[in-house]
């Protein structure tokens, strides 16, 4: 069974501080992909950042990379220089293209950003 | 339209009653799928179509829950008989499913509270 596990149920973090956000999963297979979503309390699932699991390279959006290590299966989120409009519930998930293309998710992890 | 579309927004039934959510995907989006998030919880899969067609119905929790897609467009889910325990958000999602676009975007979901 593949399954994602987010240890943090609540962070918080000062404005303008970093802050990493942990994930890991467990998967058999070799192909698949990784997201980081974000939940603001509109309750609308915004993409945050995207890992293909045979890319070595660490992905990056502006403020927001991953560390992905693919044998530990572990793929953290780190924010850096966090504003306040990073406050939402943070989601990772995992997806194997030839299954549809359905996500797999985590518990979340609710971020607070304070000033 | 410009984004994934769910009606209604919020609903409120009675034990026992059947309800129907609506989702609009966008338009040329061939895949369409149906998440549910209990409070406080992650998102669950529930059901993908491809087209009209739904190859995993797997996340579906009981026959009380249906679901069908017409046209390659619309989707409706009909939980009947509605039970305290599907209080939750239902959301959908659609995406292109074109490789290597895995990108799924998501509606604002429904709200189904049960009395």
Sequence with gaps: AQTVTQSQPEMSVQEAETVTLSCTYDTSENNYYLFWYK?????????VIRQEA???QNATENRFSVNFQKAAKSFSLKISDSQLGDTAMYFCAFMIPNQGG???FGQGTELSVKP | GAGV???P???VTEKGKDVE???DPISGHTALYW???????GLEFLIYFQGNSAPDKSGLPSDRFSAE??????????IQRTQQEDSAVYLCASSPKTVPNTEAFFGQGTRLTVV
């Design chain 1, 54 to 56: 045979y890319k070595q």
């Design chain 1, 39 to 47: 939940q603001p309390p509109s309750r609308q699932m915004i993409l």
């Design chain 2, 69 to 78: 897609r017409t046209g390659g467009s619309v989707s409706t889910l009909t």
């Design chain 2, 35 to 41: 998440y549910r998030q209990s409070l406080g919880q």
């Design chain 2, 9 to 11: 927004s919020n609903k």
């Design chain 2, 5 to 7: 579309s769910q009606s």
């Design chain 1, 102 to 104: 359905k996500l797999i």
């Design chain 2, 21 to 23: 959510l609506r989702c």
